[in-house]
């Protein structure tokens, strides 16, 4: 059985098409539907089935997914585990745009001071994105939030840091108070789709804040520099000295957790760490990460 067609079934459940696989894997359609007929004949049953233009798994090829993925994953620790007596590979990692433009290049720095023989791609992207290239073994190792679901017990979550909202001002308003800026000024949104303009519209609507929006922007360097041009104020995850840097931009806290009354809301935080699965092949490099990212953040090592 050739391993690779396990592989691609995977694909084609996952899209939904045949050619759509084809197109991401840089098949021709005919050769991936050859591949799948074979596969369907060395397994003794369908697996697939048509449904219009699209395709969906069979009983008997949900069964073949899941322990496929199983089965991807042991194949990659045996490789891994044969080659042992070296440190080279590649380790695919998923980050948020935020510690991208963060802290990552110095987590990065440390790690291949560690690893130099390691070979590092980075996709950048929103977390359940990541979260779905992770299932899927597309990616090794993720630098993202905190998914909202319980986790299965196949997944490794470690936090790293919390990021409370605080808001955005020219130099000029530093003096004032946060929560009078944003009644009072142009709000230049972070947007509401992602999980942290969604912390900022519930801090709003607890404190009974209706700003005047003046955009929505789903970037918060882009949110910063508006700031810096005068566009307004910003309400964001504090994401670092990076907010500032270079820009006529102050970071002012919020008011902690029960000032304003009960009801009044708080400034709340979105949990950013590392996520890896604990069969994947290269645990250990996501540990050594973890440890890098700690000592970068001063975090203290990992226990």
Partial sequence: MDIRYIHNFLRVVNTGSMSEAARQLDLSPSAIAQQMRVLEGEMGAALLVRQGRSVRATAAGERLFERGR???QEVEGLREWVASDTD?????LGTVNTALHGFLPAVMRAFVDRHADVRISVRAGLTPELYTALLQS???????LKPSF??????????LRQEPLVVLCRAADAH???????????????????????LAERYLRARGIAPLERMELNSVLAVAMMVDQGLGVGLVPDIGAVLGQGRDVRV???????????????????????????????ARWARSLLECARECLGAGPLN
């Fill in 88 to 92: 080279g590979g590649e380790l695919r």
């Fill in 150 to 159: 319980d986790l299965p017990k196949s997944v490794c979550w470690a936090e």
């Fill in 252 to 282: 002012l806290a919020l008011p902690e957790q029960g000032d304003g009354g009960e009801g009044q809301g708080t400034a709340d935080a979105r949990k950013v760490g590392l996520l890896w699965l604990h069969t994947s092949a290269r």
């Fill in 70 to 72: 199983q089965l991807l």
């Fill in 138 to 144: 597309e990616l090794d190792v993720l630098l993202c």
């Fill in 176 to 198: 004032e108070d946060p929560l009078a800026l944003l009644r009072t000024r142009p709000l230049v949104r972070y947007d509401r789709s992602l999980a942290g303009g969604r």
